[in-house]
């Protein structure tokens, strides 16, 4: 299974977000700054079947590329994830697609899904780097932008730290150095509350 770790924590405006992530920055070594424009549609059923088993469905668009990715519900700050690279340009996922997820581990009942139609988006740019800790890597990344939903959008600004490998426990003490409040709601929660 495919797994993620990550603390995900609100600012409530860009030049607190970018403190946030200037402070965090400085305590490690980093590589190169990467900016990424990111479109991210979501997906569900009309029965809301994804919605109630609190499964994420969505196709993003980093830049010139796309990626369609499940996530399913976890621990603590740690949720099941799978990714694949689209080659298609399907304005929904494939069956093909859903099967690929299905194979590299996530939930079978994707598989049985059908009517998949967008339910809400974000659409952001994200400034991230990779932190060089002695005994982790980690990603931080400050997202700024805007959710929506097909009659109204929010601006939102969030900072993302992500284990890529080692220590979790140095995401934590990360959180603290950011100083901002944890965000409890995914994005998708939070596009969706504007339906």
């Known amino acids: 299974m495919g797994r993620e770790i990550e603390y995900k924590l609100k600012a409530k405006d860009a030049r607190e977000l970018d403190a946030a992530y200037e402070r965090v920055r400085a305590c490690a070594g980093t590589s190169p700054e ?17 919605k109630d088993r609190r499964w994420t469905l969505r196709i993003r668009r980093e830049n010139d590329r796309q990626v369609l990715t499940c996530k399913t519900p976890g621990r603590d700050h ?23 997820l299905v194979d590299s ?21 994200r400034r991230c780097t990779l932190l060089e800790l002695p005994d982790a890597r980690i990603e931080l990344a ?4 805007k959710l929506f939903g097909p009659q109204t959008s929010e601006a939102f600004f969030e900072l993302e730290l992500e284990l890529y490998s080692g220590n979790a426990d140095r995401l934590a003490e990360l959180a603290r ?9 995914s994005k998708q929660a939070r596009a969706m509350q504007l339906l």
């Open 78 to 100: 740690s949720r099941g994830e799978w990714e694949l690279i689209r080659t298609a340009d399907a304005p929904v996922p494939t069956q093909e697609e859903l099967q690929t």
């Open 142 to 145: 400050a997202d700024a932008g």
């Open 34 to 50: 990467r900016y990424i424009e990111m479109l991210t549609r979501y997906f569900d059923t009309p029965e809301g079947l994804l």
């Open 105 to 125: 581990g996530a939930p079978e009942a994707l598989c049985r899904l059908s009517s998949l139609k967008q339910v809400c988006g974000a659409g952001f740019t």
């Open 177 to 185: 150095i950011a100083a901002l409040p944890e965000e409890v709601l």
